[in-house]
């Protein structure tokens, strides 16, 4: 005979049992979600790039990837991951956009662009290789197009993170402290802009190349510069827009490998990357150049930089502005301590870069290496010269250059009252604690 409670322990066991089997079930499809969106964001612009080959317009594109990834995450939690998911997705995308050309009555002038039959219902077996196809060229053209010169830079910059970094509007809005509404209306903005303006799916030939590239790189390196400098909120960095601007240069060198400045961006980022986990303390506050403990550089990063920077260099005579660049972060880890950085070469190629590219800020940074090479009153002299620009006006890095050359004299009184201007005018909480700081230090000698 059961014992008189034995029926209630078998059902609270039982239903322990079930709870723990549909807790095993869900945390089996939450991995499976994850691996869904992390699979998803390697290939999105793979897809996007092909399918807008096929159907000639981004915004659909975008869309049909979109399906394919509902349809992975209706799917796949339940069958598992397929072997070649990047297949599975591209296959299921250009179904549909066979479906979307029929229904608008272009299929018969996309046979030859589709290159398979029009009743397809399954994945080819072939469909790999066939997704490969001319997939290089597919996403240099999505590089020009997300940064084509008729879209504002804020535009380019959204587009670019969306389409081929792969970020959703959420994150995007959230880098750069922005409202999602507003990244999502710069988004529809931008791809209905290059609808109307008939903006070709090609990559620009002859002199117009150069231009555009240049546009291309601007736009990835302001986004590695918001990740490692951020101009606004509490975090000195974001980390994840580095890593963002790093992918997309590393495509680019694949896809453009005999493009000097292509390597010489790379170089930069990669080097400038490789100080990020000394560049912040323990409670998140900024840490000078000179007072980093290099032992937390990234040799790796520093590696694969200078390879990139000895690349940009074979490939051209004479140096462009992001290789130049790369060569001053160069001249940074190469040095083992502080005192062995060679400043005085460091302002020769700010020299260099300033005639080729004439600007306030890079020769302010010329004014700090110059001052680390022969003393503060030659560095003041520089700056002195820069206050007048109007485009310096509100550029908090000024007075901070100069209450540094300022307190190094021993005009502590000034240094201070620059460095409280200084703080006034950045909106990074944590450079304005650092500028303080100084004021503060300044204040009390």
Same mark, same amino acid.
């Given at each position: 005979?059961?014992?008189? %409670?034995?029926?209630w322990?078998?059902a ?6 079930q709870?723990?089997?549909d807790s095993k079930?869900n945390?089996a499809?939450q991995r499976v979600r ?7 964001r ?8 092909? /399918? ?5 317009d981004v915004?659909l594109? @975008? ?5 394919a990834?509902?349809?992975?995450l *209706?799917?796949w939690?339940r ?6 998911p ?5 296959g299921?995308a250009?179904?549909r956009?066979i479906?979307v050309?029929r229904r608008n009555?272009l299929?018969d002038r996309k046979? *030859?662009q /589709?290159g398979y ?5 399954n994945v080819?077996?072939d ?6 196809d001319?997939i290089?060229d597919d ?6 197009t997300?940064c084509h ?6 535009a ?10 792969g970020l959703t509007t959420?994150e ?13 209306q710069?988004?529809v903005?931008a791809?209905?802009?290059l ?6 799916y090609?990559?620009?030939?002859? =002199?117009?190349?150069?231009e ?12 590695f ?7 606004a909120?509490?975090?000195?960095m ?5 890593d963002?601007a790093?992918r ?5 060198? @694949?896809?453009?490998?005999n493009e000097?400045?292509v390597?010489?961006l ?5 080097i400038?990357a ?7 303390g323990?409670?998140? *506050?900024?840490?000078?150049?000179? %007072?980093?403990?290099?032992a ?5 990063l520093i ?5 990139a920077?000895e690349r940009?260099?074979s ?6 502005p992001y290789t130049?660049?790369a060569a001053?972060?160069a ?7 502080? =005192? ?8 020769s190629?700010?020299?260099?870069l300033? *005639?080729i590219v004439p600007?306030p800020?890079i ?10 090479a022969?003393g503060p009153a =030659?560095?003041l002299?520089i700056? %002195?010269? &820069? ?7 509100n ?5 901070s250059a100069r209450g540094d ?11 201070r009252?620059e460095?409280e201007?200084?703080a006034s005018?950045?909106r990074?909480?944590?450079e304005r604690e650092?500028l &303080? @700081?100084?004021a503060?230090k300044c204040?009390?000698?």
């Open positions: 005979m059961p014992a008189p %409670d034995g029926g322990i078998g609270v066991t039982g239903s322990d049992s709870n723990h089997d079930t945390a499809e994850a691996s869904v969106n992390a699979v998803f390697l290939e999105s612009p793979k897809l996007i790039a092909s /399918l807008t080959r096929l159907v000639r915004g594109a @975008e869309e049909l990837a979109q399906d990834l509902v349809a992975a *209706e799917q939690p069958t598992g991951l397929p072997d070649k990047g297949a599975w997705l591209m299921v250009k179904n956009a479906n050309l009555k299929l046979h *030859e /589709l039959e029009t009743d397809l219902t080819a077996p469909l790999e290789s066939a997704v490969d001319d290089g996403l240099l053209k999505l590089v020009f997300s010169p008729v879209l504002s830079i804020d380019r910059v959204a587009l670019t993170l969306r389409l081929l970094g959420d995007i809005a959230r880098a750069f402290l922005v409202s999602e509404p507003t990244i999502a710069r988004i903005r791809k209905r802009t609808a109307e303006e008939n903006v070709p090609e990559v620009p030939r002859g =002199e117009e190349l150069a555009r590239l240049s546009a291309v790189l601007g736009v990835i390196y302001l986004v510069n918001e990740g490692y400098s951020a101009t909120g509490d975090d000195l974001r980390p994840e827009l580095c963002d790093l997309l240069g590393r495509i680019l060198a @694949e896809l453009m490998p000097p400045e390597h010489g790379l170089a930069l980022m990669e400038t490789s100080r990020a986990a000394a560049r912040v323990p409670s998140g *506050e900024p840490v000078l150049l000179l %007072d980093q403990d290099r937390r550089w990234d040799q790796l590696h694969r930089g200078l390879s920077l940009a260099e490939l051209a005579e004479d140096r462009g130049l660049q001053i972060s001249c940074h880890a190469r040095a083992a301590l502080p =005192e062995d950085t060679d400043w005085a070469r460091i302002a190629h700010y020299g260099e300033v *005639e600007s800020v020769e302010l940074n010329r004014a700090v290496a110059v001052g680390m022969e =030659e560095a002299a700056v %002195d010269r &820069l206050t007048s620009e109007p485009s310096m006006k550029y908090h890095l000024l007075p050359f300022l307190s190094k004299l021993g005009r502590n009184a000034e240094a009252a460095f201007r200084a005018l950045t990074n909480s944590r650092l &303080l @700081e100084r503060a204040a009390a000698k």
